[in-house]
């Protein structure tokens, strides 16, 4: 990551923020200190799960809806603990999320109906990660289907005019913040919040056969050594700014 990046965030114009992810436990580790900060400054978090994470287990004795319903426990528990009280399951099948139109309206019309400042999502180019891992097509089609919302149908009123009846008006955010993206401008410090993050993670307990050989994982891949020697660890997102 470049010396460049910065690494002090303003908030003070952020009332609402909305997380927009593929999955269940995407927003945990994607973003679970940066918004267990955001929370911690009043600002209401929302997070919005794409699909209904029905491929996330390879348990045959857990059936489809069985699971649907555990990951939706599951995650409202993550939120809890990072200070998130609204989860919205938009129910697309998991493993064939894609940007279609039916989607891209209800996002809308969540966007106009919460009306955030700040909308964090996935890079919808980020196909490998590392030399070990193919990013989900959910993942990437996650972040279309949110870009697809924000611009050009968000803020404008030639898109779906119907949604004023509702009460739901045009909105254009301030900020969108990107995950995974390979030129990130802002690096936020999450050391602190590190161990929430992680009990957050912890809550999705049907992802994990070894929940100490992931958290292992995790701080290892997380951290970054200092030259005092001390681990820091870090939340990177492309920052996009709308006047």
Same mark, same amino acid.
Not at 52 to 60: A, L, Q, T, V
Not at 125 to 144: K, M
């Given at each position: 990551?470049?010396?460049?990046? $910065? ?6 114009? !952020?009332? *609402? ?6 999955? @269940?436990?995407?927003?945990?580790? !994607? ?12 600002? #209401? ?32 528990? %993550?939120? *809890? ?22 989607? *891209?309206?209800?996002?809308? &019309? ?15 180019? *980020? ?9 989900? /097509?959910?993942?990437?089609? %996650?972040? +279309?289907?949110?870009? #697809? ?7 404008? @009123?030639?898109?779906? /005019?119907?949604? %004023? ?10 900020? +969108?913040? !990107? ?19 992680? $009990? ?18 995790? &701080?290892?891949?997380?951290? #970054? ?19």
């Amino acid at each position: 990551m470049s010396e460049s990046l $910065a690494t002090a965030v303003d908030w003070s114009d !952020v009332k *609402r923020a909305l997380v927009i992810v593929a999955h @269940p436990d995407d927003a945990d580790f !994607v973003c679970g200190g940066t918004c267990i900060q955001m929370a911690r400054q009043g600002i #209401e978090v929302t997070y919005m799960v794409l699909t209904n994470g029905d491929k996330g287990n390879h348990n045959p004795e857990i059936t489809r809806n069985q699971l649907i319903a555990m990951r939706q426990i599951e995650q409202r528990a %993550a939120a *809890r603990l990072c200070g998130i009280h609204e989860v919205l399951f938009m129910g697309e099948e998991d493993g064939f999320l894609r940007p279609r139109r039916a989607i *891209r309206k209800r996002v809308t &019309r969540e966007i106009r109906r919460i009306r955030p400042e700040l909308i964090i999502c996935t890079n919808p180019d *980020r196909y490998f990660v590392g030399e070990g891992y193919i990013n989900h /097509p959910d993942h990437r089609n %996650a972040g +279309l289907v949110a870009i #697809e919302a924000i611009f050009p149908a968000a803020d404008n @009123p030639m898109f779906y /005019p119907d949604m %004023a009846d509702e009460g739901y008006h045009p909105h254009k955010i301030k900020y +969108l913040y !990107v995950h995974g993206h390979d030129q990130p401008s802002l690096k936020l410090d999450i050391t602190a919040d590190l161990e929430n993050k992680i $009990a957050a993670i912890l809550c999705h307990k049907s992802q994990f056969m070894d929940p100490d050989a992931a958290q292992k994982r995790w &701080r290892e891949m997380w951290g #970054e050594r200092q030259e005092d020697g001390s681990l820091r660890y870090f939340e990177a997102f492309k920052v996009m700014h709308f006047g």
